[in-house]
Each structure stands twice: as structure tokens, then as C-alpha cells.
């Protein structure tokens, strides 16, 4: 089993959170995660990652 790559992911996430991103910034970057989750299917600790990330993107799409 090969380590997980996007040990990295969370933390750029939570980065680009912080500074405020436009609603059409965070449509690109939940659409990134996707294809990434598409890229990495075949590794369970880096869906994983990446549903998370997602998930916090989409929260804050949900967000006014």
C-alpha cells in the first residue's frame, strides 16, 4: 500500500478558505477536487482526502 499524496490537500484548502475566495473560485476548486477523486480512484486514502476537502468547499458554497 502507497502512502496517501494529497497529505497536502487539507491544509491548501483550509488556506484557500481563509483568504476568502469568490463563489466562482470555489465552483473551480470543487470541481478540481472531482477530477481528482477521478485520478486517484484507484487510492483509498487519497478519496478519502479528497471527499473532505470537498466536503468543506461545498459548505462553504452552501454559505451566504
Given at each position: ?56 468547499i461545498m ?6
Amino acid at each position: 500500500m502507497h502512502p496517501a499524496k494529497l497529505v497536502k490537500l487539507p491544509h491548501l484548502v483550509d488556506y484557500m478558505i481563509a483568504q476568502g475566495m469568490s463563489k466562482n473560485m470555489k465552483m473551480k476548486v470543487a470541481l478540481m477536487l472531482v477530477q481528482t477523486y477521478k485520478k486517484f480512484k484507484d487510492s483509498p486514502e487519497d478519496n478519502k482526502i479528497c471527499m473532505q476537502c470537498l466536503a468543506k468547499i461545498m459548505q462553504e458554497l452552501m454559505k451566504k
